[in-house]
């Protein structure tokens, strides 16, 4: 599902001695099938946006096009579109509510009122894809790691088949194992199921891993967009509006500055085991 955002702007409290403009003109386009890095600092914008794709937000003025129809054309179709874009707020495991993990992912496409082969097909589908087994079925919400809750959470909105997919910090207070667990579950989810997804994250290093295009926003304007390689090589921009590069980027540039001929344009840990194999498979020669 392609996304078109023209001229969007959200004004909270508008007219009001509380008025704050969270949005401002924002124009921007989502192919169908592409993976979006969504980044800013706290305020910038982000969840106000995510939550207009879906329509639980209105906007002030501009429109959201779904594969070229606005979304808030028509009210009788907030249902259909809500579907049809699916969001995962932050800590989504604290909305499991049933008593086991297979009714929980359930619960929403037994509200669509399909038929329970259907339902059953679509559940053990998501939990596929997010990398649960069958072994979880009957688990309780409350005897699971937080990792897997998580996947549970997400299994959940997968099973209702979006199109395309909003993970708000997917990996918001998850240790290191919950964190690569979840990261590689919407790795698979993505080249499996092809839909469109957008990441919100703060963390340089699951975004430069991830995606294929990254918006940055800044009080409510797109300051950069363009491939992690791109953007990352935006420093001093990036620090400007308070946000950096990942990590291992800067490791790179202190051993550049140490006289080491190593690339300078390293973003993830796994082109910085490359180079650095080359580099001292070099050296011993």
């Not at 791109?230 to 001093?236: N, P, S």
């Not at 980027?249 to 194999?277: C, H, M, N, Q, W």
């Amino acid at each position: 599902m392609s996304i078109k955002i023209n001229h969007l702007t959200h004004i909270y409290g508008e007219n009001t001695t509380f008025e704050k403009k969270a949005l401002d003109d924002i124009n921007l386009e989502i192919n169908d099938g592409e993976f979006i890095g969504l980044i800013g600092h706290t305020g910038s914008g982000k969840s106000t946006l995510t939550q207009h794709l879906n329509a639980l937000l209105v906007p002030t003025s501009g429109e959201v096009l779904l594969n070229g129809e606005n979304i808030y054309a028509d009210k009788s179709k907030l249902k259909s579109i809500r579907q049809r874009v699916g969001l995962v707020f932050q800590y989504p495991e604290h909305q499991l509510f049933e008593m086991t993990l297979y009714k929980d992912v359930a619960y929403g496409p037994g509200n669509l009122g399909l038929s329970e082969e259907e339902i059953d097909k679509r559940v053990r589908s998501a939990f596929e894809t997010v990398g649960l087994g069958e072994d979880m079925f009957d688990k309780s919400p409350f005897e699971v790691s937080g990792g897997q809750k998580r996947r549970a959470a997400i299994a959940g909105v997968l099973a209702m088949e979006p199109e395309v997919l909003i993970l708000d910090e997917p990996t918001a207070g998850l240790d290191p194992k919950g964190r690569d667990e979840i990261l590689e579950a919407i790795k698979i989810m993505h080249d499996k199921r092809k839909i469109t997804v957008i990441l919100v994250s703060h963390s340089m290093e699951d975004v430069a891993k991830l995606v294929d295009r990254i918006v940055v926003l800044s009080k409510g304007k797109i300051a950069l967009t363009g491939t992690p390689r791109e953007v990352f090589a935006q420093v001093d921009k990036l620090e400007s509006i308070g946000l950096a590069a990942p990590q291992i980027s800067y490791v790179f540039s202190g051993l550049r500055e140490k006289g080491y001929d190593l690339p300078g344009d390293i973003y993830t840990v796994d082109e910085a085991t490359e180079a650095l194999y080359k580099f001292l498979k070099q050296v011993k020669q």
